[in-house]
């Protein structure tokens, strides 16, 4: 099956630096990525939407200068949290769409766990 | 709205005793749906999904699931449960391409 890797699978920063999160489709191109963000207890939530070659689509309530979203190949997009605080901590996870005859399947990465000092 | 309702927060099983999660959408279309499990710290796995065809879906684990458009629901299910099935349930659905919608999810609890 399709595969997602993340990188890395959790990092530890101090309050004001930036981070950035990998995603890659290890056997497949994937037009479009999607950025989850969940907090302890609770549900996935819906970030930004990344096409290859174009703006990433955010989410009403996400920060495009904060969270940037870079989508350079059909096998790699890219969150940079910038500047970030210790309300950033959380658990990223990535996800990337293949189309097969008309269906598309989105193949998960492990997540990010991203605390901020 | 496009929405998807786990009613159930949390459940307790006994171990070897049958599981149904429950799962409701609001959809102005038929969706894509799906099932995923969690364990702690730990990123999503897919139990199964339904596209079209055949409502009674087949997954992992020993996991089915029945898509019900009469009541826009999609329950999970399985006869008899492991203890190492503990972990948090999660039911989405989305459109061609589109980002998935996520409930709030299940806690599941396997009591010996």
Redesign the interface.
């Known amino acids: 099956g399709a595969v997602v890797s993340q990188h890395p699978s959790w990092v530890i920063c101090k309050s004001g630096t930036s981070v950035k999160i990998e995603c890659r489709s290890l056997d497949f191109q994937a037009t479009t990525m999607f950025w989850y963000r969940q907090f302890p207890k609770q549900s996935l939530m819906l970030m930004a939407t990344s096409n290859e070659g174009s703006k990433a689509t955010y989410e009403q309530g996400v920060e495009k200068d904060k969270f940037l979203i870079n989508h350079a190949s059909l096998t790699l997009s890219t969150l940079t949290v910038t500047s970030a605080h210790p309300e950033d901590s959380s658990f990223y996870i990535c996800s990337a769409s293949q189309g097969l005859a008309g269906v598309y399947e989105q193949f998960f990465g492990p997540g990010t766990r991203l605390t901020v000092l | 709205a496009q929405s998807v309702t786990q009613p159930d927060i949390h459940i307790t099983v006994s171990e070897g005793a049958s599981l149904e999660l429950r799962c409701n959408y609001s959809y102005g279309a038929t969706p894509?749906l799906f099932w995923?499990v969690q364990s702690p710290?730990?990123?999503?796995q897919?139990l199964l999904?339904y596209?079209s065809g055949d409502t009674l879906v087949q997954g992992i684990k020993g996991f089915e699931a029945e898509f019900k458009r009469s009541q826009s629901s999609f329950n999970l299910r399985k006869p008899s449960v492991h203890w190492s099935d503990a972990a948090e349930y999660?039911c989405a659905l989305?459109q061609?391409?589109t980002?998935?919608?996520?409930?709030?999810?299940t806690t599941l609890s396997v009591s010996s």
């Open positions: 894509y995923y710290g730990q990123g999503l897919l999904k596209f999660f989305n061609a391409g980002a998935l919608i996520f409930g709030k999810g």
